[in-house]
């Protein structure tokens, strides 16, 4: 079993329930949903779209997967999720904007943001004592040939390339894209996700997902509102 600290929008955010069906899966209820209606795509190309996205559920990384370290419990993750949600206060992304990064498609911050990065960090930080060392298969599992000296210091300190000055805030919505899509996909991503694109967004919820097994979709564990640990809400 693995868990990952995530961002993610409550269940009933309009946000989450958009990304939810352009995913075809709510990772609250762990149910696939219906495509959007009128789609340019076939369920086929959808399927094949979103197939990575849809396994981890919509969701920004801030603590990447993990299984739990010998001698630590569900339990005491638990407890320490809800004291870290209690420490940090929400704050407000001020623009989003769709990007591609590389070969897929994400939203992401349209400029730095300051908040963003010291709560992931904190998150890197704090629950770095509950992970369990990285196994062989899943250090190459992140090609460390293609990664960059630091980025491959980092995999190997903190189990994810991808932390502090190397971190990049995204929400995912598509795995690779092949070039000749491209240019459509954009399209009726920037067309679905209009009513969030070059809006602010909240940052009041961190989401604790859980893997049950290697390869399971990831669902929601529980979510809880920054800044108060007395609210808690279990999908």
Not at 108 to 127: G, I, M, S, Y
Request: overall charge negative.
């Amino acid at each position: 079993m693995r868990y990952a600290i995530y961002f993610a929008p409550p269940a009933d955010d309009r946000l989450s329930l958009t990304a939810a069906h352009w995913l075809g899966r709510d990772a609250f209820t762990g149910g696939a949903l219906a495509w959007p209606e009128g789609s340019v795509f076939t369920p086929e190309q959808q399927l094949a779209l979103t197939a990575e996205p849809r396994r981890y559920g919509f969701h920004g990384t801030l603590k990447a997967p993990f299984a739990l370290a010998p001698g630590r419990s569900e339990a005491e993750l638990i407890a320490a999720f809800d004291e870290f949600a209690a420490e940090i206060e929400s704050f407000v992304v001020p623009e989003m904007a769709l990007q591609q990064l590389g070969p897929f498609f994400a939203l992401v911050a349209k400029e730095n943001c300051t908040a963003l990065h010291d709560l992931a960090a904190q998150a890197v930080r704090r629950f770095e004592p509950f992970r369990a060392p990285l196994s062989g298969v899943d250090i190459a599992r992140r090609n460390p040939e293609r990664l960059t000296q630091r980025q491959r210091e980092y995999l190997a300190a903190w189990g994810y390339p991808y932390v502090f000055e190397e971190f990049l805030f995204h929400l995912t919505l598509t795995g690779p894209v092949a070039e000749e899509m491209q240019d459509l996909v954009r399209e009726t991503l920037e067309a679905a996700f209009a009513d969030f694109i070059g809006k602010p967004l909240a940052v009041d919820t961190v989401a604790l997902f859980a893997e049950t097994s290697r390869g399971a979709p990831f669902t929601v564990h529980s979510l809880l509102p920054l800044g108060s640990a007395s609210t808690r809400k279990t999908a």
